[in-house]
């Protein structure tokens, strides 16, 4: 995972940083933080010694979608009409990956902003692009 963490810095975000394009990314170590880490169990130091020896780098702003795991899971079943297999997962799972997930967000308030992920999509959007266009001006 962290190989193909590197690859993707490396070949893709650096290169766009470094020319001053704005990168977004829909998971990145926060969420092995969350689903390797607390989830299946390897804790988060672990994940922090990878990801500090083979990638570094920080995102700016990390936007937590958040709601109740059930809420959450029975979203994807119904607009998926299946689960994968981490979707597939006992609650306890769910419950371990969101509380990493709101802990690291606590940890880190400059770097996190909560949303609540049981607002409609409109409304998230509209809440990150005000969010985005405020970073951009700093």
């Not at 829909?26 to 020896?53: F, K, M």
């Amino acid at each position: 995972m962290f190989a193909d963490r590197r690859q993707h810095l490396t070949e893709s975000i650096e290169p766009a940083l470094a020319s001053g394009t704005v990168v977004l990314c829909d998971r990145y170590t926060d969420a092995s933080r969350a689903y390797q880490g607390a989830g299946r169990g390897l804790g988060e130091e672990l994940v922090d010694l990878l990801h500090s020896r083979f990638c570094g780098l920080e995102p700016d702003r990390t936007y937590l979608f958040d709601c109740p795991p059930a809420t959450g899971l029975a979203r994807i079943a119904a607009s998926r009409g299946g689960k994968d297999r981490i979707e597939r997962e006992e609650l306890a799972f769910h419950r371990r990956v969101r509380r990493a997930y709101l802990d690291r967000a606590r940890r880190e308030p400059r770097r996190f902003l909560v949303l609540d992920g049981t607002r409609r999509p409109e409304e998230l959007a509209a809440l990150v692009a005000a969010d985005v266009a405020l970073l951009l001006t700093r």
